[in-house]
């Protein structure tokens, strides 16, 4: 079993910044993929960013350039800094871990076997 939490999240103008972060605890050495997905009021989960266990890194298209997705496997800590935000990056923000035994990590929210509470995140026009 793996434990996710999430942090960081709050208020910030369109422009700024924010960093959220997920602490993991528990089998953490058996998942390959760590994700970041959000969900917006009335709309689907989607996929932010994801990072595999070697370091290698995929973006949604609408946040590459601004976001970035980091991991401190010392910490067991996933970070996902977030720059030039803008109001349409509003949703809370969940943490994700997948097991992938496949060896590839996607952004697809099935693949995931563990998921952190949440974490909002709102940007103001």
């Known amino acids: 079993q793996v434990h996710l939490v999430e942090s960081g999240g709050g208020s910030v103008q369109a422009g700024g910044s924010l960093r959220v972060s997920c602490a993991a605890s528990?089998?953490?050495?058996?998942?390959?993929?760590m994700a970041w997905f959000r969900q917006a009021p009335g709309k689907e989960r989607e996929g932010v960013a994801v990072i595999d266990s070697g370091g290698s890194t995929t973006y949604r298209a609408s946040v590459k350039g601004r976001f970035t997705i980091s991991r401190d496997n010392a910490k067991n800590t996933l970070y996902l800094q977030m720059n030039s935000l803008k109001p349409e990056d509003t949703a809370m923000y969940y943490c994700?871990?997948?097991?992938?035994?496949?060896?590839?990590?996607?952004?697809?929210?099935?693949?995931?076997?563990?998921w952190g509470q949440g974490t909002q995140v709102t940007v103001s026009s």
């Open positions: 528990g089998y953490t050495s058996s998942t390959r993929c």
């Open positions: 994700a871990a997948a097991v992938a035994p496949w060896g590839y990590c996607y952004l697809r929210d099935y693949d995931y076997n563990y």
